[in-house]
Each structure stands twice: as structure tokens, then as C-alpha cells.
């Protein structure tokens, strides 16, 4: 049987961070004197000295200070079980997935699980790049959770899903600010024809994949890294600025003759239909459409 109570190590430990009984005291909202006696306690139950008390304030003994860091640990392990279990009984999952579209830039979805985290420490999540086929399927087969996609362009995406309809960032058609496109002050179609055109493999089921296609030599990509390294040899490619502006080189948007504006293409977010969310999953929402407010406004 355990020697020592988690009261104890709680005092031992805020007494020892404190430097005082009485601050402790009043941390955990405790009488002194209670203190006291939990921390002798404990000491004739481990038949050390944990203290020196002869002067105004407690100093740790050498056998104190070799204790200390396995009772704060103790602590630390006993406050993450009780989160846990408060997680549980609030209807907390021990992980999540959640599939994003590949336009979405990793420092967001980095954002995204640091304010999860957060709030829900004993979660684990799952973050899976794929395409919008690809995480529907999931979603459908209950292996993910969440799905962050391009929107097919229809107010209402999918049956049997619940969805948040996250707004339209602006694309344009972007190019290496060393190409001598982005000198000029009109671009023609037929002058993006002549050169190659790079488009994430992510858009090709999307009415983005099919509205924007231009030049005949049209070069899918997987990653948005890749993509920009490569309009650095040439090209163009139609981005959403809220991925470009991440990107490691410096792109520059073109002004085309044949679009009054740059365009927008809606972004999704679909969860199989519940009642009601639970707290985690209802946090997941408000983290997702908290950002996409943001790069929409």
C-alpha cells in the first residue's frame, strides 16, 4: 500500500515551490497548521526529513530535493487522469482524425491542434492531408471524424453529413515574382497559354480543377512546397492567398485581362449527422471557422 496520500505530496510540493506554509497554505486554500501536519506526516511515513525548519522559511534537505521532482510528477499524472476522466464523462473521444485539404497551409492546421490541445489535452489527433474523395470516403467508412474540403459548389455537400459552410478565400493566378509575367501590368489567356500551368492534384475533382484549367500543359502537383519551388523554374499556377503567403518563395498575383476580379471557391467543413456535438467536437468547429472567418474577411 502507498505510503503517502496525494494531499501530502500536494503540500510537501506547493510548500517546497512556495517557500512558505503559509503561501501554500493559501494556494490550496488550506489552514497552515493543516499543512504542517500533512507534510510530518509524510515524513514519518517515508522516515525522512524533508525540511529544515530552524529559520524563518522551510529549506529543502538534500533528500527533499531528490523527492521533488517524483511527487510533482505523481501530481502532474494524477491531474491528467482527472482530466481525462472529466473529458469522458463530457463525451470526449480518445481521437479525433481529421482530413484537410491540401490548399490549407500546415502552420494553420498547427494553430488548429495547439487551441485543441489546449482544451482537450487527453485527446489524440489525427491530421490527414487528402483530397475531397479521399476524406469523404473516410468520413463514410467512420475512420475520420472531420473533414476540411473544397466545397463542390452546392449550398447543401453531401447527405448524411453534417456540414459548416466555412466562406470563399480568394484565388488567383500567381507567379514566381522573377517571371516576366509579373512585370506586366495585363495578362492575357493567350499569353498563359504559351507557359506551363502547375495546379495542386487536390483541385482536380473541384469546380476549381475545372474552370481554371488554361494552358495545354497543365502539371499536377501533390504538394503546395513542391508547386512553389517549381514556378521558380517558370509557370503559373491558381492559389488561394491564404496558402500562398506561406510559401518559402515570393509569388506575385497576376492582373488577367479576362476576370473583372480574383475568385473565390468555398471551403467545407463535413461530420457525420449528430443530434447534438459533443463538447470536443463542437470546439473543433469553432477553432475551424474562428480561422476561416479570418482569411475570409
Not at 482524425?97 to 489527433?125: K, L, M, W
Request: hydrophobic share 40%; aromatic share 10%.
Amino acid at each position: 500500500m502507498p505510503r503517502a496520500s496525494f494531499e501530502q505530496l500536494s503540500a510537501f510540493v506547493a510548500v517546497a515551490e512556495q517557500g512558505s506554509f503559509s503561501k501554500a497554505a493559501r494556494l490550496l486554500r488550506k489552514d497552515r497548521s493543516t499543512l504542517h501536519h500533512q507534510v510530518s506526516d509524510l515524513e514519518i511515513d517515508w522516515n525522512v526529513v524533508l525540511f529544515e525548519r530552524s529559520g524563518k522559511a522551510p529549506v529543502l534537505t538534500d533528500d527533499g530535493k531528490a523527492l521533488l521532482r517524483p511527487a510533482k510528477f505523481i501530481i502532474y499524472q494524477m491531474n491528467s487522469l482527472e482530466k481525462a476522466t472529466e473529458g469522458l464523462h463530457l463525451g470526449d473521444k480518445a481521437s479525433l482524425t481529421i482530413c484537410y485539404d491540401a490548399s490549407i497551409p500546415s502552420s494553420a492546421i498547427a494553430e488548429f491542434d495547439r487551441h485543441i490541445v489546449e482544451r482537450h489535452p487527453t485527446t489524440g489527433i489525427n491530421w490527414l492531408q487528402r483530397d475531397r474523395n479521399q476524406a469523404l470516403s473516410l468520413l463514410g467508412e467512420a475512420a475520420a471524424d472531420f473533414a476540411i474540403t473544397l466545397n463542390q459548389g452546392m449550398v447543401h455537400p453531401d447527405s448524411g453529413m453534417s456540414f459548416v459552410n466555412l466562406g470563399y478565400p480568394r484565388f488567383a493566378f500567381y507567379v514566381h515574382q522573377s517571371s516576366p509575367l509579373a512585370t506586366q501590368a495585363r495578362v492575357s489567356m493567350a499569353e498563359l497559354q504559351l507557359h506551363r500551368q502547375y495546379t495542386l492534384e487536390a483541385f482536380e475533382n473541384t469546380p476549381i480543377g475545372s474552370q481554371s484549367a488554361i494552358s495545354p500543359r497543365l502539371h499536377k502537383v501533390s504538394d503546395s512546397y513542391l508547386l512553389a519551388s517549381l514556378l521558380a523554374r517558370g509557370g503559373f499556377a491558381l492559389l488561394p492567398r491564404h496558402l500562398v503567403i506561406t510559401l518559402p518563395c515570393q509569388l506575385a498575383p497576376l492582373d488577367v485581362d479576362f476576370a473583372a476580379q480574383h475568385g473565390h471557391f468555398g471551403y467545407v467543413l463535413q461530420y457525420p449527422s449528430n443530434a447534438a456535438l459533443p463538447p470536443l467536437q463542437q470546439f473543433v468547429v469553432e477553432t475551424v471557422v474562428s480561422w476561416f472567418k479570418q482569411i475570409c474577411s
